[in-house]
Nanobody, 115 residues
Framework: QVQLVESGGGLVQPGGSLRLSCAAS????????MRWYRQAPGKQRELVAA???????NYADSVKGRFTIFRDNTKNTVYLQMTSLKPEDTAVYYC?????????WGRGTLVTVSS
């Protein structure tokens, strides 16, 4: 059983920055990969970034060079640092984990990039 709670979303102007947090319950956080997805209005949910237990990461082409995913296993938390935000980044951002073949999702946090 894994429970995920996202926070840190809000309204930001283009070019601004936000840091999203995902706090995970349970004792298996340190041994599972974590992912950030997002879903914009009228669009499918898409993978934004992923990080392994060892800290290796990968990103969607649309956010490379602007977003950074990192984790603190001592706090059971994964983060998404977003910089140089664009209006197209507007979406609900979700934290995801897949321990033992079962997908767990947070409820999401809304990021709105607008002037």
């Amino acid at each position: 059983q894994v429970q995920l709670v996202e926070s840190g979303g809000g309204l930001v102007q283009p070019g601004g920055s936000l840091r999203l947090s995902c706090a995970a319950s349970g004792r298996i956080f340190s041994i599972i990969s974590m992912r950030w997805y997002r879903q914009a209005p009228g669009k499918q949910r898409e993978l934004v970034a992923a990080i392994t237990t060892g800290g290796n990461s990968n990103y969607a082409d649309s956010v490379k060079g602007r977003f950074t995913i990192f984790r603190d296993n001592t706090k059971n938390t994964v983060y998404l640092q977003m910089t140089s935000l664009k209006p197209e980044d507007t979406a609900v951002y979700y934290c995801n984990a897949n321990p033992y073949g079962t997908a767990y999702w947070g409820r999401g946090t809304l990021v709105t990039v607008s002037s």
